[in-house]
């Protein structure tokens, strides 16, 4: 007795009907894992060797800092600082600025011009 298989067509529409679903699922959990952001600044270090980038994050009313580096030669981005909130200012009249020291080896976080963290490069 020979058996006879059946052809599975390449695009099932069933099957198409899963993946979208479960593409649109994925999609909805990242935005909802994701808080809003903003790009407060990106300076590269007076020697060129390292760029600094700062980046605002909302997970609650209060923002959040990330402070980020890289290395001219690299393309990774490190996590230098994760400050939850600043609450000795107000988040409505902060200035927030990163400042690099003249030999580059420093790296200031500033808010209203006042240095309240620095990192120091080996």
Do not use: C
Request: glycine share 4%; net charge positive.
């Amino acid at each position: 007795m020979k058996r006879v298989y059946k052809k599975k067509a390449l695009f099932d529409s069933k099957r198409l009907g899963v993946g979208i679903f479960t593409l649109y699922i994925l999609f909805v959990a990242f935005k909802i894992l994701t808080p809003p952001s903003e790009e407060v600044a990106i300076i590269a270090a007076p020697d060129g060797t390292k760029t600094a980038r700062l980046r605002k994050f909302y997970y609650t009313a209060q923002p959040s800092y990330k402070i980020y580096y890289h290395e001219a030669d690299k393309r990774l981005w490190l996590n230098l600082l994760y400050l939850p909130s600043y609450t000795n200012v107000p988040h409505q009249t902060a200035t927030e600025a990163l400042e690099w020291s003249p030999d580059s080896e420093t790296l200031f976080f500033k808010i209203n011009g006042n240095t309240i963290w620095h990192h120091a490069f080996e």
